[in-house]
Structure formats: C-alpha cells, structure tokens
C-alpha cells in the first residue's frame, strides 16, 4: 500500500542534484533534517499527495453502501449466511449516521445472524435498526423476528454435543473462533491474565547494563519453561490494512482499529468509511484520544503507510505537551544520540537495540511504570540516523513534512497544541507542528529497529476439511517500551504470544540465574542459514550478531546444514555443498556439478505445485492427490528423505486425505510429516506443536482414541509452554481431550462400533 509513496519519494530522491544532496547529508539533527526536506515540497509532490488521497478516501459512499446490500442479499439467497453478514457489515461502514439505510442493513444483517443461531447478536442488531430509524411499514418483521429469538433462547439451554464431528468444523473458515474460556484447573504454568495494567514484569527478571550488550534483561533466578517473564500493552499499535477494500475479510475489517480485539460485527466510525470497533466504547476512546485527527487525514495518511501511521498516533497518545517536556527534560539527548551512533558507523560494531536508550531515568528496577515515562521510554530509542541511509531519511523527512503541511491547511493545528480540548491552547503557533514534525521523524525513524509485529491466531485450511490449521498472521504493527530493552538472538530463550495489543514473553527452556532473557527480531535459526541471518540483522538492526547459533555455525560451510541434502540428479548420491554457485556430486566415479540456482529453482517448481495442490486439495482430491504423487516422484530424485520439502508434501497429502475422510490414510502421512518438523525444528520447538495439533484432529476424527489422547497431550504441552493456557490451539485441545476421555472404552478401541452410532 505505501509503496507507491515510497517509490515516489525515492524517485524525488535520484532526481535530486548534488548540492541539494550535500545540504539533506549535511544536515544535523532531526529539526534541520525536517527542515531541509521540508523544501522538497512543492506543487509537484503536493499534486501527488492529491492523487494518493484520493485513491485511499474513506468518504463514506453510499454507492458502495448500496452494493454491499446487493451483494449481502445474494448470499443470504444462496444461503451463505456468514458470508451475508460479513456483507452487510461492510456496507455499514458507508452508512451515514442514523439514515434509515443503516436500518434496512442491520435488519438484513440480523436476518442472516438469526439463521447461523446466533440469537443474542441477532437481538442486538434488531436494537439498532430499530435505533436507525427504520421504516415504520416494515417494524412488523423484525418484531416477529425478536419474539422468534426470545423463544429460541429460551430453549437454548440444553447440553451441546462436544463430541459431534462438526465440532472442529464450526468455526467456519478463518473467521470464527471459540470464545475465549476461562480456563480453570490446576495448569502448571503459562496461566496469564492480561489485566489492564501498562506492563506487568516477573520479579525474577531484572534491567542490566554493561558496555557490549547496552540495556538488557537478565534472569535473577532460574527460570522454568513456560513460565510469563514479561506482559506489555503497546504504548502505540496500528492495524496493518491488507487493502482489500472490496473484500470483506481482510485485516481492518475483523479487528478492533483501537483495542485489536477480534469482532464480526464492528460498530463503525461515525465519520470515515474505514475504521471500525469491537464496541461504542473503543469507538469514543480512539475518537478522542487520535482519530479526531487520523479520521479528517483519511486517505492522505493512508497513503503515506502504517509506520507513518504509528509514529503519529505515538505523538497524539503522548501529546504535544508531553513531548516538549520531555526534550526539555533530555535536551542535548539529541546531539549526543547521533554522537554515540557515528562512533558505531562500522556495521562490524555490534550495537544493539537496548544500549539504544539514551537519558532515561530510572524507576524502581529500571521499569516504566506510568504513561509519562513510558513515552520517555519510547523517546529514548535511538534513531540511529547516521547508520539509515540518506534515501531512507529524505522518505521520512519528507514525509513527516508533508503530514505537518497537510494540517496546517486543514486548520487543525490549534486542535493538535491543546492537548485536551476544553484547554485553551498555550503552544505559541507554529511550535506545535515543528515539535510534531521533529517527533514524527523521530518515530519514523525509530521504527526500522523498533517495530514489533503483533500477530494474531487465525484459522486456516480447506474450508470443509476437518483440520483446521492456525496459523499466525501479522495484523498490526506497534511500539513496545520494556519489550525494546531484549536483546537478539538466532536462537531465543523466549516465546512471545499476544492477547489484543498485549505482549506475552515466556521462557521457552529453562533459563539459569544471571543469563541474559533472549528474543528474536526475526531471523531464527531454524528458518535461515547463518549468512542469511546475518545480512538480515546487518542491514536492518545495525549489528554483527554473535549469538550461540551464529558462532556454532559461521565456521560450517554449506548453504543450509539444516535443511537437509541435495541429491545427484544422475546417481542419487548426495551433493557435497562448497562456499562457490555450485554443488559436486561425492561420488568420486560421478563427480557431477550442479549449480544451486538450478536446485533451488526446481525446489521452487515443487513448491509452486504443493501450494496449487493444497488450493485443490478440499474440491478435487484427486487432482489433488495425482499433484502430490508427481511431486514426490520429483523430490525423491532431488532432495534427501529429510529434507523439509519432503514433509510439506506429506503435509499435504494428509490434508488431502482427511478432506475425503480418510482419517487412517491422513494420519499415517501427517506422523510423518511430523517426525520431519521434528527433525528441522527441534522436540522443543513450537512447530512441532503445531504440527502435533494437526495429528491430533486427524486421530481424534479418525477415532482413533489412544493415540489422539496422547498426541494431544503431547501438543498440548508443547503449547502450553509457547503460547500459554488462552492460546486458541490449547483451548481447542483441551476441548477435545475432555470428549475423548469421556469415551467408553468399549467404544474407543473399536472405531468401526463408535462410527455405526
Ligand atoms: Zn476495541
Ligand atoms: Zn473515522
Ligand atoms: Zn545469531
Ligand atoms: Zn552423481
């Protein structure tokens, strides 16, 4: 979405004569950088951000309202009732305030609630049509449809039937989700609330500083698997929107823009067409707080993309007030930052993020504890300006420039300056902007290093196929404080989780008294080859990373000691990797020499084919199947039998049979599925759970019971200890151990019996 912005910027930036590029380069601060870019913004950029505006607007439309009521009709008609109120939902974000539209769609969209039984929403949005003045001749329908639900919810209360096969089925497909249960009995570890504390830390853990590793967290005590070391609100996060806008499932559309609670049935802006919320109450929070601002932005701010987005809502959550006081507080932190930073220009200098903090004062154990230091906290991140590139600097000078322009033409800056609204306004004019413009930079900046990805669970798989597969998937980016002090690893000593915008660290194994608690910003070990790693972290986080997987593996040769062998094409002996573009076969009568782009080409043709299999796996099995068996033939001459693209096959066919129903056939493939994930990942590793889960569903469906308890058992664990108790997959596991275990024995150890029931 932000590239085209981007592109634009870069372009500016090629064009860009000598001497102009000598003043940005020369340029010292942030106030001087944003104002040297500030003079690249003339009518040609404006005209752009013009186009792009308009591109992005969330006006409403009532036009596109309309259509999405046509379109919620027809699947309602073809008796996709989900599909409908999704619909309907999206039309709702077009409808003007209290027009009788807005009626007619929270009827129809209570029609489509009240066929999926859901009778409580369904009365709820009776409510609302009834509030949104709907058409006085119609009130009849909807009345008769409130009496319907009474009487439905009051039959409602009979026992439901855990062990039916649809159970792992009804969620539908990467929309619902269990709501989630309070999860009683004695679990051992990984039990979190996530309370409306700012940031809960174990008292085990402790802030330490020394000259290599900068600020960090080190263990006071050991430390047991699974255990929570940390919980963090974001101080800022901002949903990443997948732009689909003319799809009702994407990203903005199934989380709450304020808090990220998951929501179906969003209330939304009463302004723009494009934020919604999980109630009223996250609408009036975010209204106040930031989007009395984002929402007169719209598209313009849209455009210039989500980091923009992130550093603006930071400066409107800690106010311009705020952010005076404390560059007054830590004034010089800034000439002294970029100091330290042009010390460390050699990117061979380790630097990492938490010797970043710079004039921070210190609260109790090193921990922010109210809003006010946090936002120092966050102020504090260095910007490492001298180690981003001029281009990347221009981008955010120039567009933090832009935003500064754009509202002052809208008039709003006195709104900005007075913090809270009924306060008159005691920022003389113009310092308001130069002190947003300097921190939007700043935040702009910060956020190459600093941003956290937060993800959520969702459910993914064949739509009809009973396993469900959850996966996670970044939905919002944010600023974290406490979370900055970690320090990276390529192989971490942590797991994270979130619940909404909370952060949840575990311990992943023990750690001893006196380490060092390690996360990671990415690149892990058993995902990249060490090379890989290292360019990553190089190039985005400014440093040389020397942690235990890194020095275990710089000495080895070879592109992916991990990732299992490649075999001679001509006599199947396995390849002997070297530093070059090739491979040599280590048959000393064959000697073959391939050259690694062709292996990873053809790696890429299978892998190409397993992804169209898993598209046709649910509606044509056998394609599907007739797919996967030409792929195995490939691989089999291509890669050795432990090579990861050996499970993702078996993956597949697993899922492939288990859409058929062939439970027993399924499992058979997903066991070895699983002993691959095993092998590349480790018996620790949240992959393994992940995969245990799929075996699980498989068993549990096939019946077949001893092995499904185990397994589960054994998944369970696994992501108990990664993910905690309110984990989707923990919950959905431990619903299924409980039917299993109240299956009579008789039952459980004849399938064929148990299916005739
Ligand atoms: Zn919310
Ligand atoms: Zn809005
Ligand atoms: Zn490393
Ligand atoms: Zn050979």
Not at 444 to 463: M, S
């Amino acid at each position: 979405m932000e590239m085209e912005w981007r592109r634009f910027c870069g372009d500016r930036w090629r064009e860009m004569g000598a001497r102009e590029r000598r003043q940005l380069e020369q340029s010292s601060g942030l106030a001087d950088t944003l104002r040297v870019c500030g003079r690249f913004l003339r009518l040609k950029e404006m005209a752009i951000f013009a186009q792009l505006s308009a591109q992005y607007s969330t006006r409403k439309d009532p036009a596109v309202e309309l259509e999405f009521k046509q379109r919620g009709n027809a699947q309602f008609k073809l008796k996709d009732y989900a599909h409908a109120v999704a619909l309907y939902s999206k039309g709702l974000h077009h409808s003007s305030t209290h027009s009788s539209q807005a009626a007619l769609l929270y009827a129809n969209r209570s029609a489509a609630l009240y066929q999926l039984q859901r009778y409580q929403e369904c009365l709820v949005d009776i409510e609302r049509a009834q509030g949104h003045n709907y058409p006085h001749e119609l009130l009849h329908k909807i009345l008769a449809r409130r009496t319907a639900c009474l009487q439905r919810l009051g039959q409602a209360d009979g026992a439901s039937d855990l062990c039916s096969k649809e159970h792992l089925n009804a969620r539908g497909r990467g929309r619902a989700r269990i709501q989630s249960q309070p999860t009683t009995g004695g679990a051992p570890h990984g039990q979190t609330k996530t309370s409306g504390t700012l940031c809960e830390i174990s008292p085990s853990i402790a802030v330490r500083s020394d000259s290599s590793r900068g600020r960090h967290l080190v263990a006071t005590e050991e430390l047991r698997p699974g255990e929570v070391l940390l919980q963090e609100k974001a101080f800022a996060a901002v949903l990443i929107p997948e732009g689909a806008r003319r799809e009702p499932f994407s990203n903005e559309d199934m989380y709450c823009h304020h808090c990220l609670e998951w929501t179906e049935l969003p209330v939304p802006c009463l302004t723009c067409s494009f934020s919604s919320y999980c109630s009223e109450l996250c609408r009036e929070n975010a209204w106040n707080q930031y989007h009395w601002l984002e929402c007169r932005l719209g598209g313009f701010l849209l455009a210039l993309g989500t980091f923009t987005q992130l550093a603006l809502r930071t400066v409107l959550l800690a106010g311009i007030q705020e952010i005076q006081g404390t560059e007054k507080l830590e004034s010089g932190a800034d000439q002294r930052s970029i100091g330290e930073c042009s010390v460390r220009h050699n990117p061979d200098h380790k630097v990492e993020l938490s010797s970043c903090f710079s004039g921070m004062s210190e609260v109790g154990n090193g921990m922010p504890r109210d809003a006010q230091s946090r936002y120092q906290m966050i102020h504090s991140l260095l910007t490492h300006t001298r180690l981003q590139t001029p281009e990347h600097r221009f981008i955010c000078g120039l567009t933090a420039a832009a935003v500064c322009q754009e509202i002052r033409r809208m008039g709003l800056e006195s709104q900005l300056v007075s913090d809270k609204l009924e306060q008159p306004a005691i920022i003389a004019q113009g310092q308001g902007l130069r002190t947003l413009g300097v921190a939007l930079l700043r935040h702009h900046l910060q956020l190459v290093c600093n941003a956290q990805a937060i993800t959520a669970v969702r459910v993914t798989g064949g739509g009809h196929s009973h396993v469900a597969e959850m996966e996670e998937v970044r939905i919002a980016t944010a600023f974290y404080c406490t979370v900055s002090l970690l320090n990276h690893s390529c192989e971490p000593n942590t797991s994270i989780t979130f619940h909404n915008t909370t952060i949840i660290v575990r311990a992943s194994q023990y750690i001893a008294a006196g380490q060092e608690v390690l996360h990671c910003y990415g690149p892990h070990w058993s995902r990249m080859a060490v090379r890989e790693r290292q360019q990553a972290l190089r190039s985005q986080y400014f440093f040389h990373c020397q942690c235990t997987a890194c020095v275990r593996e710089e000495g080895k040769v070879g592109m992916d000691s991990l990732l299992g062998q490649f075999l001679c094409s001509y006599c199947g002996v396995e390849l002997q990797d070297s530093k070059e573009a090739h491979c040599t076969c280590l048959n000393s009568s064959c000697r073959l020499i391939v050259s690694k782009q062709a292996l990873f080409q053809q790696v890429k043709k299978v892998r190409d084919q397993i992804g169209f299999a898993r598209h046709l796996s649910t509606q044509h099995p056998d394609k599907a199947l007739r797919l996967l068996s030409e792929c195995q033939q490939l691989a089999c001459t291509l890669v050795s039998g432990q090579h990861p693209l050996q499970g993702e096959i078996e993956d597949c066919l697993a899922q492939t049979h288990a859409s058929r129903g062939d439970w027993l056939v399924a499992a058979r493939h997903m066991r070895k599925s699983k002993e691959l994930v095993q092998i590349q990942y480790g018996a620790q590793s949240v992959e393994l759970g992940k995969e245990l889960f799929k075996l699980a569903q498989i068993l549990f469906n096939g019946h077949v019971v001893d092995e499904a308890l185990s397994v589960t058992e054994q998944a369970e664990n696994l992501l108990l200890l990664h993910c905690g108790a309110e984990h989707e997959m923990v919950i959905e596991l431990r619903a299924m151990k409980s039917c299993l275990q109240t299956l009579p024995s008789q039952f459980a150890r004849s399938p064929k019996l148990y299916r005739r029931e």
